[in-house]
């Protein structure tokens, strides 16, 4: 017998005629405005946000060991700055992804069920990148349609395919992903096994929620996330089945994942695409080469967010390695662990191309739907912005030409964790 849900009563048809999300949101956009770095918008999000919801968007693998790895990382690098560069505003932050300009170097990366954080969903993230000027990208389990991204934004759009069994919706996500105009492709190959994140099991996370007790309880502490939740459609990964609910559809996602998806399946892949593609996952320098020798044009260094393989390597850590292993020709994307303007600025000098964010944009997204996530944006390009400037460098190119000159590793120490209460503010520095 199947459970009586809210939106399965109908109260959703309802409530979407009771405008009450304004008063709601009345506390969440003040604590959005006062925020001015990523990990205030953590905490913006933490405060909005079912717990369920947050931890799922915050964890990673096991004991979070990568995830924390991921952001200390860019501590043990320094910047060799020049001085009396003559410089002056504004810097240059244009560059090329997927052979297609924009205006900032770094983006959101495609990340699944962006309604379960905010109602406004990939639409936020959407208009985030129209108004910023750079790539968007979709996942294939996204709960926004391809076509209502491409309303919003008709600019650079790569989407992000997952390894599926079936051949046949393969082809037919990705024909709908060519007429929606998005001009790449993305492949993930680092999800093959379901990662283990304790914090979802602790949580007893589900998609939707299971409406027990706690639940509840917690429902009731974020009334403008609850008030989203329940005034609004159900969740449906809109890129595969529109008609068939997310809660619906999550066992029949689980049984198309394909583990012994190959090489031999990616070449088959490459040659239903027919256009820039990249491959998603990539940390060791040979798979790199193999990939290049497969047809992929872009090789995106990702260890999945930490939130898949515990003791992955820090993707700043691999980067200089994948960059020599493939030359200077083959575009690189990195995402992992950013969460300042300088943690962009490294990665350009140590061999990306371009930078994908994750976690910052959907905080900003959980805080305050495309408000926040411009908020993200806006943050992020501030400070690469001043970090070039303060480097001497005034371009994205001149960035990645002198890079190697400017950043230098230390061994860690003390004292790169700011204080006893990092922890807190989603800092991934020890606690002291």
Same mark, same amino acid.
């Given at each position: 017998?199947?459970?009586?849900?809210?939106?399965?009563?109908?109260?959703?048809?309802?409530?979407?005629?009771?405008?009450?999300?304004?008063?709601?949101?009345?506390?969440?956009?003040?604590?959005?405005?006062?925020?001015?770095?990523?990990?205030?918008?953590?905490?913006?999000?933490?405060?909005?946000?079912?717990?369920?919801?947050?931890?799922?968007?915050?964890?990673?693998?096991?004991?979070?060991?990568?995830?924390?790895?991921?952001?200390?990382?860019?501590?043990?690098?320094?910047?060799?700055?020049?001085?009396?560069?003559?410089?002056?505003?504004?810097?240059?932050?244009? /560059?090329?992804?997927?052979?297609?300009?924009?205006?900032?170097?770094?983006?959101?990366?495609?990340?699944?069920?962006?309604?379960?954080?905010? #109602?406004?969903?990939?639409?936020?993230?959407?208009?985030?990148? +129209?108004?910023?000027? $750079?790539?968007?990208?979709?996942?294939?389990?996204?709960?926004?349609?391809? $076509?209502?991204?491409?309303?919003?934004?008709?600019?650079?759009?790569?989407?992000?395919?997952?390894?599926?069994?079936?051949?046949?919706?393969?082809?037919?996500?990705?024909?709908?992903?060519?007429?929606?105009?998005?001009?790449?492709?993305?492949?993930?190959?680092?999800? $093959? #096994?379901?990662?283990?994140?304790?914090?979802?099991?602790?949580?007893?996370?589900?998609?939707?929620?299971?409406?027990?007790?706690?639940?509840?309880?917690?429902?009731?502490?974020?009334?403008?996330?609850?008030?989203?939740?329940?005034?609004?459609?159900?969740?449906?990964?809109?890129?595969?089945? /529109?008609?068939?609910?997310?809660?619906?559809?999550?066992?029949?996602?689980?049984?198309?994942?394909?583990?012994?998806?190959?090489?031999?399946?990616?070449? #088959?892949?490459?040659?239903? #695409?027919?256009?820039?593609?990249?491959?998603?996952?990539?940390?060791?320098?040979?798979?790199?080469?193999?990939?290049?020798?497969?047809?992929?044009? $872009?090789?995106?260094?990702?260890?999945?967010?930490?939130?898949?393989?515990?003791?992955?390597?820090?993707?700043?850590?691999?980067?200089?390695?994948?960059?020599?292993?493939?030359?200077?020709?083959?575009?690189?994307?990195?995402?992992?662990?950013?969460?300042?303007?300088?943690?962009?600025?490294? %990665?350009?000098?140590?061999?990306?191309?371009?930078?994908?964010?994750?976690?910052?944009?959907?905080?900003?997204?959980? %805080?305050?739907?495309?408000?926040?996530?411009?908020?993200?944006?806006?943050?992020?390009?501030?400070?690469?912005?001043?970090?070039?400037?303060?480097?001497?460098?005034?371009?994205?190119?001149?960035?990645?030409?002198?890079?190697?000159?400017?950043?230098?590793?230390?061994?860690?120490?003390?004292?790169?964790?700011?204080?006893?209460? +990092?922890?807190?503010?989603?800092?991934?520095?020890?606690?002291?």
């Amino acid at each position: 017998m199947s459970t009586i849900t809210p939106h399965k009563l109908g109260v959703h048809k309802i409530l979407k005629h009771v405008p009450l999300n304004g008063f709601f949101d009345y506390l969440p956009k003040q604590r959005l405005a006062k925020a001015i770095n990523i990990a205030d918008l953590r905490l913006c999000a933490k405060a909005r946000a079912h717990k369920m919801v947050f931890d799922y968007l915050d964890a990673g693998a096991d004991d979070e060991i990568s995830l924390r790895r991921g952001k200390d990382a860019y501590s043990q690098l320094e910047m060799h700055y020049h001085i009396l560069s003559g410089l002056k505003p504004p810097l240059d932050l244009s /560059t090329k992804i997927f052979g297609e300009d924009v205006n900032l170097p770094f983006f959101g990366c495609p990340t699944a069920g962006n309604r379960m954080f905010h #109602w406004e969903g990939e639409t936020a993230a959407a208009k985030a990148a +129209a108004h910023h000027g $750079t790539l968007y990208g979709l996942s294939s389990l996204a709960t926004t349609g391809i $076509t209502e991204i491409g309303e919003i934004y008709n600019g650079p759009k790569v989407f992000q395919l997952y390894v599926w069994k079936d051949r046949e919706l393969v082809k037919e996500v990705i024909a709908k992903a060519k007429e929606g105009g998005f001009q790449a492709l993305a492949l993930t190959v680092d999800f $093959t #096994w379901y990662g283990n994140r304790e914090r979802d099991v602790r949580n007893d996370f589900s998609i939707p929620p299971k409406y027990s007790i706690n639940q509840m309880i917690e429902a009731i502490q974020k009334p403008a996330w609850t008030y989203d939740f329940l005034s609004h459609d159900p969740y449906t990964y809109a890129c595969i089945n /529109t008609d068939v609910p997310a809660d619906s559809l999550a066992a029949f996602v689980n049984s198309q994942i394909a583990p012994e998806f190959d090489w031999k399946d990616a070449e #088959w892949l490459l040659g239903e #695409w027919n256009g820039p593609a990249a491959v998603k996952g990539v940390v060791r320098p040979d798979d790199a080469i193999k990939a290049v020798e497969t047809g992929f044009s $872009t090789m995106w260094v990702s260890n999945h967010g930490a939130r898949q393989l515990e003791t992955s390597p820090a993707t700043i850590d691999v980067l200089p390695s994948i960059r020599e292993a493939v030359g200077p020709d083959v575009e690189i994307i990195m995402d992992g662990g950013v969460q300042r303007g300088t943690d962009i600025a490294k %990665a350009l000098a140590l061999g990306a191309d371009s930078v994908g964010v994750g976690k910052p944009y959907l905080y900003g997204l959980a %805080a305050g739907g495309a408000e926040g996530v411009i908020k993200a944006y806006d943050i992020l390009k501030v400070e690469l912005d001043r970090a070039m400037g303060l480097l001497g460098t005034g371009s994205v190119d001149d960035l990645k030409k002198r890079g190697p000159g400017l950043i230098k590793r230390r061994a860690g120490s003390i004292r790169d964790y700011p204080d006893r209460y +990092a922890f807190e503010r989603g800092y991934g520095g020890g606690v002291i």
